[in-house]
């Protein structure tokens, strides 16, 4: 019976979609969260932080798996459900933070990590935190605009077929660079 009920269980959460926007969109968000991990890990790698800013410490231990979640969520679900452990946590976000698997959620939790970088980010020495403040609230606002329709699939896909011309590169997966005929 339990074992019945646990097949049940899995197979809801395989059926539940997580909602995705273009290649593109997912690749800078997945290289967003990657530059925010580096810099929870940079301002973690100083132990003596740990010992004189212990909060500081636990909160950039914090951003650091909010980075990794970013991560998981953009990435291709093949590569995810190779790794056992990100599965079973993915699967766990799925049921008990399911706003993740929705475009709108996923755009608001990045504004959420980009106020965290600024909060850090007190004066100019500290610039690549802005940056990565900046990567994230710009993901997180077109995830928002993707999420309410503001942002077409026509104009998102006007734009990686310019930016296909630009680098010569297929940046969307369709087998071709820039826009079809």
Known sequence: MASSTMAMLKQDM????????PVFLRMIAFLSG???LGCAVYKMVHLNKAMSHPVM???????????????????????????PGLNKYQDMLIKHANFMTLMGG????????????????DSLSEIIYMVCAGALAFVGA??????????PNTIAQKAIATAEKVTGKDLNGDGTVGSKA
């Not at 395989?14 to 926007?21: C, R, S, T």
């Not at 755009?107 to 970088?117: D, P």
């Open 14 to 21: 395989k059926d539940f979609d997580i909602e995705q926007g």
């Open 34 to 36: 990657a530059g925010s």
């Open 106 to 121: 996923r755009g608001v939790f990045y504004l959420f990590q980009a106020t965290l970088w600024m909060a850090h980010a």
């Open 142 to 151: 077109l995830h928002l605009a993707a999420h309410w329709g503001i942002m």
């Open 57 to 83: 410490y636990i909160l950039w231990g914090y951003i650091g798996v909010f980075a990794l979640t970013t991560m998981l969520f953009e990435a291709k679900t093949t590569w995810i459900e190779k790794i």
